[in-house]
Every structure is written in C-alpha cells, then in structure tokens.
Antibody, heavy 120, light 106 residues
Framework: QVQLKESGPGLVQPSETLSLTCTVSGFSLTSYGVNWVRQPPGKGLEWMGTIWNDGSTDYNSALKSRLSISRDTSKSQVFLKMNSLQTEDTAIYLC??????????????WGPGTMVTVSS | DIQMTQSPASLSASLGETVTIECRASEDIYNGLAWYQQKPGKSPQLLIYNANSLHTGVPSRFSGSGSGTQYSLKINSLQSEDVASYFCQQYYDYPTFGGGTKLELK
C-alpha cells in the first residue's frame, strides 16, 4: 500500500539549515510527484513545494529563496532543504503524494509528519 | 495567490445532526477544490476532490458541492468519529488551504 514517512532532526538552531527526508513505498517517484506541506502548531496548512515525477520542481513563492527539494529515485526518497530558519518556521512538516487534476493537483496520501522546532 | 476563506472556524454539533462547512475562494477556481479531514495528532486524509467527488473509502455521509468561488462540505448524520478539523484546498492555481474548521460534539 502507499506509504510516506518523514524523518529529520526535531530541533534546529535559528539561522541554520533544515534537512528532511520523505521515504515512500507502494509507488514510484517516476510516476507520482511528492509535495512538502507544513503546519505550525494549532494552525493551518501551507504548501511549500513539489518535485514532479519528471524531477522538475515548483516552490511556494514565499519560500522559494530558501527552499530546495530533490530526490533519489533509487532509494524512493525525497529531500527538503530550507536555510536561514527562524522561530516562525517551527511546524509539523508533512510530505504528501500529488494527484494531478485539471490545472493543478491535490494530495491523496500523506505521511504522519515530523515536528521541527527552531530554537536555540 | 488564491486566498481561501473557510467558515466557521469552529462548530459544535450533536450526533445525528447535519453539518455544513463553507469555503470561499478569492477568484473562480473552476471546481478545483479538495476537502481533508484531520484528526488530532494525525495527518490530513482526503475526503473530496474536484469539489464533489468522494475519495475511495470515504463514507457516503460526506458530500461536497459548489461552483465558482463558493464551495461546501456537508456531513449527514454526524458520527462521533467525525470529530476532527476540516480543511479545504484549491488547486486551480498553486495549492492554498482554508484556515480550517474544528468540529466538536455538543
């Protein structure tokens, strides 16, 4: 069955770089894109970016200057790197599989999420 | 960016009641709308896509409707397991989400 699971450090120092991994199973990264979405504690969801099945990427314009998404198809892993972290980047970070629809896409399977706290 | 305004922010209802949650887009999103359910401590689960299509395995008491800029999620005959937060997401443009509706039992 389709599964996604995020992993990474729970605590990051301000101004440092966040590195997260999403490991997927039950589907191929060359057939489906994978997105990163984050959710500050008790708040709503923010789409961060996607890596498409062809390896190209799209980013939220608000995060584009700090964000990079890449993948290793042989390991079924998608990576997120975001630099210059601040306290407002404290959130649960989730990866989700995309389903194309019309001009856009929605998310049909999600990982459980990983909590990242930015603090010294 | 397309802004999604979701209402109400919170809602209290009784078992067996019918509940409706609304989402308004800042421009026409041509039915590019999904609804998700998120239970406490869990990740979101897809309920509805294309404004009114039920995702596989979702109970038929959930339904979606709307067009243009106005969309709604209806839950018929509320069950205890429906206690959760609900989010809408537009995908006519880059994805953006509504602020969420927290549904509790009265």
């Amino acid at each position: 069955q389709v599964q996604l699971k995020e992993s990474g450090p729970g605590l990051v120092q301000p101004s440092e770089t966040l590195s997260l991994t999403c490991t997927v199973s039950g589907f191929s990264l060359t057939s489906y894109g994978v997105n990163w979405v984050r959710q500050p504690p008790g708040k709503g969801l923010e789409w961060m970016g996607t890596i498409w099945n062809d390896g190209s990427t799209d980013y939220n314009s608000a995060l584009k200057s700090r964000l990079s998404i890449s993948r290793d198809t042989s390991k079924s892993q998608v990576f997120l790197k975001m630099n210059s972290l601040q306290t407002e980047d404290t959130a649960i970070y989730l990866c989700a599989r995309e389903r194309p629809a019309g001009s856009g896409w929605y998310f049909d399977f999600w990982g459980p999420g990983t909590m990242v706290t930015v603090s010294s | 960016d397309i802004q999604m305004t979701q209402s109400p922010a919170s809602l209290s209802a009784s078992l067996g009641e019918t509940v409706t949650i609304e989402c308004r887009a800042s421009e026409d999103i041509y039915n590019g709308l999904a609804w998700y359910q998120q239970k406490p401590g869990k990740s979101p689960q897809l309920l509805i896509y294309n404004a009114n299509s039920l995702h596989t395995g979702v109970p038929s008491r959930f339904s979606g409707s709307g067009s243009g800029t106005q969309y709604s999620l209806k839950i018929n005959s509320l069950q205890s397991e429906d206690v959760a937060s609900y989010f809408c997401q537009q995908y006519y443009d880059y994805p953006t989400f509504g602020g969420g509706t927290k549904l509790e039992l009265k």
